[in-house]
């Protein structure tokens, strides 16, 4: 079982932060440093120092970081152009060596998109569909030659495809809960399915619909890599659960039965049952990124028992 590092810097981290935190992911011998695209905090707290964008940050930690992997959960479309997005990430898979992840999504919180005057179109998934197929096609386009698109949304004519990521295919991931759509799309384009925020029972039938669509797609059953996503709350003895859990304003039974929380145990015995399901990476959400010992805690009695 994969651990990784998943963060939300919207609610307030600065880049040095989310380098200690970083940092902390590859010494600790987490797989992979993720983190969110917004731009507006949820819920409660001030946000400050205020948003990060999210591949400045991942381009800063590419020259900063040697081992881990880097990506996003998710890119949202609603920010930018399929062309220009396909430059970013290829810009920065060299500048980290090849060790990229591009996790995107259509979009879906209109108040920031109100806040920084950012566009918020009525249909979003046609245009995640095409947007999918530009990335990637681009990617794929043989070098001196072009690639041309034409869709509902988005028109590219004579694009030399430039330039080309380190990776000979940067993975693509797919996620979210729709049952029709986005298994198709998770057939058709992704490396790997994330399903955020769900329990063993939701878990457990969105990766079927995802393996029935990609058996109707032609592709092999192991063709993607299925995950998770989950707030984590760990701690030695109670106490620590607690003091953790109101730190990040939540229930310690909410967290329970909806993230990864409570003692070392129970949160390896929790993680089981997603791995039972086929479930192969775990992305951790650490929402206090001012809490070092947390990340050891995991590190020493949750990862080392998961092999």
Known sequence: MDLRIFTEPQQGADYDTLLKVARATEELGFDAFFRSDHYLRMGAGDGLPGPTDAWITLAGLA?????????????AGTFRLPGVLAIQVAQVDRMSGGRIELGLGAGWFEEEHRAYGIPFPKERFGRLE????????LWGTEPGTTFSYEGEHYRLTDSPALPKPAQARVPVIVGGHGARRTPRLAARFADEFNIPFASPEETERQFRRVR??????????????????LVVCVGKDDAEVARR?????????????????????????????????GSTRIYLQVLDLDDPDHLELISAQVQTQLG
């Open 63 to 75: 020259r900063e970081t040697e081992r881990i992997r880097l990506g996003t959960l998710m890119t």
């Open 130 to 137: 095409e947007q999918l197929e530009i990335v990637t096609g």
């Open 212 to 229: 029935d669509a990609v058996a109707e797609a032609g592709r092999p059953a192991d063709a993607l890599v299925y995950s998770n996503a």
């Open 245 to 277: 859990a109101a730190a990040i304003g939540r229930d310690v039974a909410e967290l329970k039965a909806n993230g990864l929380a409570g003692s070392p145990a129970e949160v390896v015995d929790k993680i089981g049952r997603y791995g039972a399901l």
